[in-house]
Structures are given as C-alpha cells and as structure tokens.
C-alpha cells in the first residue's frame, strides 16, 4: 500500500475523486446488474433468455475493464488486464455462448458492481462533508477508504487465477520469441549478403576473365595471378561463412556440448577466462542454444567495456534448473536499461520461462546470473515420421 501523506497533494485529490465519483459509478453499475443481467436470467426458458445474458456478461467485462482504468489513473493500481475469450476458436455460435456464459471474469465483474452500491453511498456521504468540516483529516480519511478500494479492485477485478496471468505472460513472450527470430533472421540476410556473397561475386568476376584469356590462349602471369586472387576469395568466403555458421549453431556444440563450446568461446575472449561447467548430462537443444549464446554475448560485453582482468563462468544444475553465473572484477555499472544487449538477453531468457539478473555496482566487481529450465535431451530424430 502507499504510505499515508498527510499534505493535500495530487494523489490526496486524486483519491477523493474516486470516492465522489464511487456514487454515480456504483449506481451504474447496480441497476446495470438488476437490468440486463437479471432479466436474462429470468428469461433463460425462453430463447432470448440465453443470448441476452451472453451479451449483458460482454458488456460486464467492459464495466471492469473501466474500472481498472479508473484505479489505474486515480489510486495507482496497476491491474493486468485479463485474457479475452477465444470466441474465433470455439466453434459455432452454441458454443460462443456458453464459453461467453461460464467465463468467471465477467461474473467477477457482476459480484464487484453489485455490492459496490451500499460502499458508493458510504464512501460519498463520509467524503462530501469531510472537504468541510474535515479537512484536517481528510488526507488521512480518503487513504483509508481508497485502500479498501484497492483491496476490492484487486480481489474481484484482476485476472481469474494464476492460469489467467500465465496465458499473459506467454502471449507477451511469444511476441518476443517472434521478434527475436525475425532479428536473427535479418542478421543472417545481411551477414550474407555484406560478405560471402560479394566475395563469391568477385570470385565468380575474376574467373570469368581468367576463362576468358585461358581461351584467347594467353596463360600468362596475369592469369596466374586472377587466379591466385581468386583463391585468395574464397579462403576468406569459406572463413566468413564458418563465422556465420558459428553465429547461428556452433559445430562444438552439437559435437560436445557446453563445456567444450563455452571453452572454446572463453579462448576468444581478451580477458582471462575460467570456465567451469558441472553437469552430468545435456540438457535440450533449445536450453543448450541459449545457455551458450547467453555466455558469448556476456563475455563479448567483458571484453569491449569491462575494463576487466579476469572473469568466470559457472554453469550447474539446480533441480529443474539450468544456472549461469558470469562474473569479472572490471570497472561496473552494468544495466539491464542501458543498451539493447543486457535487455535482449533478459527478454530471450524470459521468454523461456528463464531468470536473468545483474548485479552490478559502480567500481564494480559485476555478476550475471541466468538461470533457465531444465529439460532433458531428446536423442537426434526424435519425433520425426519414419522414412518409408
């Protein structure tokens, strides 16, 4: 709850707001209820009994979703707005219906603005007279019923259940999963197209002029020369192309999993690196994926802004936990807010149902713990159709 202030500042007037405005609101609210709902209920044995009291709980969730507005903007209640109803996905309109009949938040929503009536008259007869003859003590009065406001906004007008907050949770990190995916998928366009392929295009240049004077009959050092350039091309085609092939799955990895790919991501690094990874099998393709990418990206960071002289990885499991902790003794003052990178890996962490934490103080030493689930390796070709 927010502390009590006895000044009548902007949030005081704020709550007294609320509760004036609680009378008309409660009102509405009640005789909203007694209308259409009740009358749909009455009239359940005939045929319009059912759809109109489909329609009035819709309606129900709009009263609520206004409600949560109205808390957010006057008394500061953050409130997640619940999940709609996948009425695209149910079916024919019977089912529409009955999924729209049973659904407790709009019924939450109906129990909230019918005992709201008698707390709305309370609440306008206490608050109107306060302003004159209480003023005094009017901050102290208004915290005090908007914190019952609070309470009842949180109790009935909130997600249903833990099942409600965690569809949010996911539709948010599916949105993230995509958007990551479509950034590594640029990445990869743009790698390609800045380097081996311009290479391979001068490759393919170069020997065509070579072809060209070998059938002119003039194999002289010139040739030889377009020739060893060309050569030279596609080394460095083959080198980038290596490159970008580590970027998007290390061979290592696949091969020997993440010690050895960690290691050897640790030996690229300009600061000294201990490396110490103590599990006693794989975990999932995608775990190991982002587990090393995590590593990398971190000691990428250690290099360029640290300041550093020597760094750690740790990486064990914890029941159904993967753990990482990256730590070195630079300079500090690492946050999650100040760049793409730190708040890139939290948000793919996150979108695993993983943990990404930074501690970090000026002068430092800085420590970066992630921690993912734990889901056990599946052998190669599992789940696929076998080859007739």
Same mark, same amino acid.
């Given at each position: 709850m927010p502390?009590?202030?006895?000044?009548?500042?902007?949030?005081?007037?704020?709550?007294?707001?609320?509760?004036?405005?609680?009378?008309?609101?409660?009102?509405?609210?009640?005789?909203?209820?007694?209308?259409?709902?009740?009358?749909?209920?009455?009239?359940?044995?005939?045929?319009?009994?059912?759809?109109?009291?489909?329609?009035?709980?819709a309606?129900?969730?709009?009263?609520?979703?206004?409600?949560?507005?109205?808390?957010?903007?006057?008394?500061?209640?953050?409130?997640?707005?619940?999940?709609?109803?996948?009425?695209?996905?149910?079916?024919?309109?019977?089912?529409?219906?009955?999924?729209?009949?049973?659904?407790?938040?709009?019924?939450?929503?109906?129990?909230?603005?019918f005992?709201?009536?008698?707390?709305?008259?309370?609440?306008?007869?206490?608050?109107?007279?306060?302003?004159?003859?209480?003023?005094?003590?009017?901050?102290?009065?208004?915290?005090?019923?908007?914190?019952v406001?609070?309470?009842?906004?949180?109790?009935?007008?909130?997600?249903?259940?833990?099942?409600?907050?965690?569809?949010?949770?996911?539709?948010?990190?599916?949105?993230?999963?995509?958007?990551?995916?479509?950034?590594?998928?640029?990445?990869i366009?743009?790698?390609?197209?800045?380097?081996?392929?311009?290479?391979?295009?001068?490759?393919?240049?170069?020997?065509?002029?070579?072809?060209?004077?070998?059938?002119?009959?003039?194999?002289?050092?010139?040739?030889?020369?377009?020739?060893?350039?060309?050569?030279?091309?596609?080394?460095?085609?083959?080198?980038?192309?290596?490159?970008?092939?580590?970027?998007?799955?290390? %061979?290592?990895?696949?091969? !020997? #999993? &993440?010690?050895?790919? @960690?290691? *050897? $991501?640790?030996?690229?690094?300009? =600061?000294?690196?201990?490396?110490?990874?103590?599990?006693?099998?794989?975990?999932?393709?995608?775990?190991?994926?982002?587990?090393?990418?995590?590593?990398?990206e971190?000691?990428?960071?250690?290099?360029?802004?640290?300041?550093?002289?020597?760094?750690?990885?740790?990486?064990?499991?914890?029941?159904?936990?993967?753990?990482?902790?990256?730590?070195?003794?630079?300079?500090?003052?690492?946050?999650?807010d %100040?760049?793409?990178?730190? !708040? #890139? &890996?939290?948000?793919? @962490?996150? *979108? $695993?149902?993983?943990?990404?934490? =930074?501690?970090?103080?000026?002068?430092?030493?800085?420590?970066?713990?992630?921690?993912?689930?734990?889901?056990?390796?599946?052998?190669?070709?599992?789940?696929?159709?076998?080859?007739?």
């Amino acid at each position: 709850m927010p502390p009590v202030r006895p000044a009548l500042d902007v949030q005081t007037w704020k709550e007294i707001a609320h509760l004036l405005a609680n009378l008309p609101m409660s009102l509405f609210g009640f005789v909203y209820v007694m209308t259409v709902l009740f009358t749909g209920a009455s009239l359940t044995l005939t045929v319009v009994g059912l759809p109109l009291l489909a329609l009035g709980l819709a309606g129900a969730r709009l009263v609520g979703r206004f409600e949560r507005g109205r808390a957010r903007l006057l008394l500061g209640v953050r409130i997640d707005e619940p999940s709609r109803l996948p009425l695209r996905r149910a079916g024919g309109p019977l089912a529409r219906m009955w999924l729209a009949l049973k659904d407790p938040v709009a019924w939450r929503t109906v129990l909230y603005d019918f005992v709201r009536l008698p707390w709305g008259i309370l609440t306008f007869t206490v608050v109107l007279p306060a302003l004159f003859v209480l003023w005094p003590v009017l901050p102290y009065i208004a915290r005090g019923l908007t914190n019952v406001d609070r309470a009842m906004v949180r109790a009935l007008l909130s997600p249903s259940d833990e099942l409600e907050r965690r569809i949010a949770e996911l539709e948010s990190d599916r949105g993230v999963v995509v958007d990551t995916a479509a950034a590594d998928l640029r990445r990869i366009e743009r790698d390609l197209h800045d380097g081996a392929q311009a290479r391979l295009v001068n490759l393919a240049m170069g020997l065509g002029l070579a072809k060209e004077k070998l059938q002119e009959g003039r194999a002289d050092d010139v040739v030889a020369a377009m020739v060893e350039e060309a050569h030279g091309e596609v080394k460095l085609a083959l080198q980038e192309l290596r490159d970008l092939a580590r970027g998007i799955h290390p %061979a290592v990895l696949t091969d !020997r #999993g &993440l010690d050895a790919a @960690l290691s *050897a $991501v640790a030996s690229r690094c300009t =600061v000294p690196v201990k490396v110490t990874v103590d599990l006693a099998s794989r975990p999932a393709q995608a775990i190991e994926g982002i587990a090393y990418f995590t590593v990398s990206e971190l000691l990428q960071n250690i290099s360029k802004h640290s300041g550093a002289r020597s760094a750690s990885v740790d990486v064990w499991r914890t029941d159904e936990r993967l753990l990482i902790q990256v730590g070195d003794d630079g300079r500090g003052g690492a946050r999650l807010d %100040a760049g793409t990178g730190m !708040r #890139g &890996l939290a948000e793919r @962490l996150d *979108a $695993v149902d993983g943990v990404f934490v =930074v501690e970090s103080p000026v002068g430092g030493p800085t420590t970066v713990t992630a921690e993912l689930p734990w889901r056990e390796r599946q052998p190669e070709g599992w789940g696929k159709p076998p080859v007739p």
